[in-house]
């Protein structure tokens, strides 16, 4: 049997419920790794939950996003593609219990750590779109950066100390767009473009100490999670009719796309060579040659500058 590319590799995929972190953990799976898959969406509710809930513990329906998808339920998925799939339940933006995690992955793979993923977000319900900033909640737009950047911060400082003792690994910071552009929300724009910022941040430490640890950006395009498929009222199996209510959605992408584009940077020698950028699923597709799920290779950066900003035919 081929050896796959990135057996014997241990990855945590910190948001790994849905959307693009459950791509990304079902590719690194695919490709043979051992995966972590974190997040505060259950299945496994404590005893003592039932009469009154305990302190951070939820279920997949009664997380914040209301959404039916659990940790367990990606473990399972990266499982069945060949991998190993572990879930636990852990809140990112509590310390201890991130700290606890890496722990737990100290102890059960002798301090071996290859491909760190924070994708932890759950700002949807958060972001106010067409709202000057002057009228937005700062209650809510705190804790989209408590969620979205505080978390993503508070993960890479417990989990990089074991690639470091290693002296290899990756780190991929998930985000929206590669540029520093605005993104139409204040906290929203804050939130995705410090993720390129954390990457590029922890890109100089790393290599300023040699320390054989590459950390990089990387952004989808119009991902066609399962959140965007209710949106559009459609499933992954006839997505396409989506299209009559908003064309764009045509260029969209599955969150494998973003998983093989992690799959691929993984497996890369020369990573290194990629550390601090914001890359796109679309470049990296060309440059290793994947594709969608469905065989498609979409590219929406090229997409958005031709049909949707106006700037091409």
């Known amino acids: 049997m081929e050896r796959k590319p990135l057996q014997g590799q241990v990855a945590v995929v910190a948001g790994g419920t849905r959307g693009a972190g459950r791509g990304i953990a079902v590719s690194l799976a695919e490709a043979g790794a051992t995966v972590y898959v974190t997040g505060r969406s259950t299945r496994v509710r404590p005893a ?8 951070g513990a939820v279920s997949g329906a009664d997380a914040p996003l209301r959404r039916p998808e659990t940790i367990e339920e990606t473990a399972e998925m990266a499982t069945a593609r060949g991998g190993e799939g572990i879930a636990v339940r852990v809140d990112h933006t509590v310390e201890a219990e991130v700290r606890g995690l890496f722990e737990r992955v100290r102890r059960e793979q ?37 969620q979205a950047v ?6 890479s400082r417990w989990g990089v100390p074991l690639m470091v003792a290693r002296g290899r690994g990756l780190v991929v910071e998930v985000t929206d767009g590669a540029d520093y552009g605005y993104r139409g929300n204040l906290f929203y724009s804050l939130a995705k473009v410090s993720a390129i910022h954390l990457a590029e941040a922890m890109a100089a430490d790393l290599r300023g100490r040699r320390s054989g640890v590459t950390a990089l950006a990387l952004t989808p395009g119009f991902l066609r999670s399962e959140a965007m498929l209710d949106h559009f009222g459609v ?13 764009h959605f045509l260029a969209s992408e599955t969150p494998f796309y973003i998983g093989r584009a992690v799959a691929a940077l993984a497996a890369d020698p020369r990573v290194a060579d990629k550390a601090g950028r914001a890359l796109t699923t679309g470049d990296l597709a060309e440059e290793y040659g994947f594709t969608d799920a469905d065989g498609t290779r979409p590219h929406w950066g090229r997409y958005f500058a031709e049909h949707v900003a106006g700037k091409g035919s």
Do not use: K, Y
């Open 48 to 55: 003592a939950a039932v009469s009154r809930p305990a302190a």
């Open 110 to 146: 002798d301090g071996r750590l290859d491909v760190l993923i924070n994708d932890i977000w759950g700002g949807d319900p958060l972001t106010e779109w067409g709202v000057p900033f002057w009228d937005l909640s700062v209650e809510r737009g705190l804790q989209m950066q408590r």
């Open 150 to 155: 505080h978390s993503h911060i508070i993960t």
């Open 235 to 247: 499933t992954e199996a006839n997505w396409r009719e989506g299209g009559r209510r908003d064309p």
